[in-house]
Structures are given as structure tokens and as C-alpha cells.
T-cell receptor, first 115, second 115 residues
Framework: AQSVTQLDSQVPVFEEAPVELRCNYS??????LFWYVQYPNQGLQLLLK??????LVKGINGFEAEFNKSQTSFHLRKPSVHISDTAEYFC?????????????FGTGTRLTIIP | KAGVTQTPRYLIKTRGQQVTLSCSPI?????VSWYQQTPGQGLQFLFE???????NKGNFPGRFSGRQFSNSRSEMNVSTLELGDSALYLC??????????????FGQGTRLTVV
């Protein structure tokens, strides 16, 4: 079975500073990896995904993530954050299973942008 | 294209009652998954339906059940409500074509409060 660890439960960052949200996964087989964002009182919105191919994945809102198989990591980065990035971020993993994939989520990282 | 629609958005129920939540997936999506989100446990997978059949099930008691209709709309039922069932219930739909998984699209959730 796969699992996901988000190492930081809360990350405060000054506006316009860079940020990295860490995610490590555990799986004995190949994986699909995702980052979702949740704004207050909202559902989850997909930021980016890694299914195969290039290990550097670019997503919406200026976010990107790099799949590192040797370190089993999929850290999320943004070079310059804005107040509007304040939200909770979830890393998720699934095992490729011919359309029968099941997402396993990390515990989330609350990103707070300080003006 | 309309997104995933969950109704109602908010519910208040009394212990011992039962509740039914509804989810309408994105048009053409045949896979619907349900998740429970609480501050203590994070996002936990409840079950997934595909073409009216339950394909995957999480580790929840039998009080939690669901079904999917021929139009892919899904309902989730919780019987004999407990205080601990208070949570945000999220529904996600996926397009599964030719056994190829893409991504899960989430609704805004139903906030259930049990008093």
C-alpha cells in the first residue's frame, strides 16, 4: 500500500518570498503524484500532477513540483508567493491501476502568507 | 462545463438520525469517490463507485453506505449518526477512458454537523 508524508503541518512565509512544501511518499511500485489546494470552505482543486514523463511538472498559479524517484519526494515550489496563496495544500499518491486508482492523501500543510 | 455538484452544502443533524448526501459528477465521468475530512484524521477515503458498482471501499463502519445511479450521480448515506461523524464530506469524479486515469475533480463538499 502507498502512503504520503507531508513533513510540515504549517508554513508561514512572507509575501513575495519563495516557498517549498515538502512531500514524501512510500510505495513499492510506480506511482502517480498530485498536489491539491483547498481554500477555506471549499473543495480541493488540482494544482498539478505527475503521471509519467518529465520529472519537473508545472501547474496552475505559478506552482511547480519535481518528482524525485530516488528520494521518493514530490516537493511543491513557488518562487514568489502572494496573499491569495494562503490555503491548505495536500499531496496525494495513487498506484497506476488501469483506471481503478485510489488516492491516498497526506495530512496537509497550511500555508500562511505574511504581508 | 459544470463541475462536481454536492448537495446540500450544510447539514445539521441529531445523534441517532440518518442522512443522505448527494453528488452529481462532471458530465461523462463514470467514477465517483467519497472522502471524509476532519481536523483530526485529515482526508480519508470512504468508497468509490464506477458504473453503479462499488469498486473500492475504505475502512469505515457499515453505517456508511453509498450507491451510484445509471446517470453516474451518487448518494452517500450515514445511519445512526454519531458526534464523530461531523465532518466535511467531499465527492470527487474522474474520467476513466480506456483504463486510463486522469485526475479527480472535487466538489465543494457537504459540511455535516451532528449535535
Amino acid at each position: 500500500a502507498q502512503s504520503v508524508t507531508q513533513l510540515d503541518s504549517q508554513v508561514p512565509v512572507f509575501e513575495e518570498a519563495p516557498v517549498e512544501l515538502r512531500c514524501n511518499y512510500s510505495s513499492s511500485v510506480s506511482v502517480y503524484l498530485f498536489w491539491y489546494v483547498q481554500y477555506p470552505n471549499q473543495g480541493l482543486q488540482l494544482l498539478l500532477k505527475y503521471l509519467s514523463g518529465s520529472t519537473l511538472v508545472k501547474g496552475i498559479n505559478g506552482f511547480e513540483a519535481e518528482f524525485n524517484k530516488s528520494q521518493t519526494s514530490f516537493h511543491l515550489r513557488k518562487p514568489s508567493v502572494h496573499i491569495s496563496d494562503t490555503a491548505e495544500y495536500f499531496c496525494a499518491v495513487s498506484r497506476p491501476n488501469f483506471g481503478n486508482e485510489k488516492l491516498t492523501f497526506g495530512t496537509g500543510t497550511r500555508l500562511t502568507i505574511i504581508p | 462545463k459544470a463541475g462536481v455538484t454536492q448537495t446540500p452544502r450544510y447539514l445539521i443533524k441529531t445523534r441517532g438520525q440518518q442522512v443522505t448526501l448527494s453528488c452529481s459528477p462532471i458530465s461523462g465521468h463514470r467514477s465517483v469517490s467519497w472522502y471524509q475530512q476532519t481536523p483530526g484524521q485529515g482526508l480519508q477515503f470512504l468508497f468509490e463507485y464506477f458504473s453503479e458498482t462499488q469498486r473500492n471501499k475504505g475502512n469505515f463502519p457499515g453505517r456508511f453506505s453509498g450507491r451510484q445511479f445509471s446517470n453516474s450521480r451518487s448518494e452517500m448515506n450515514v445511519s445512526t449518526l454519531e458526534l464523530g461523524d461531523s465532518a466535511l464530506y467531499l465527492c470527487a469524479s474522474s474520467l476513466v477512458a480506456g483504463g486510463l486515469y486522469t485526475e479527480a475533480f472535487f466538489g465543494q463538499g457537504t459540511r455535516l454537523t451532528v449535535v
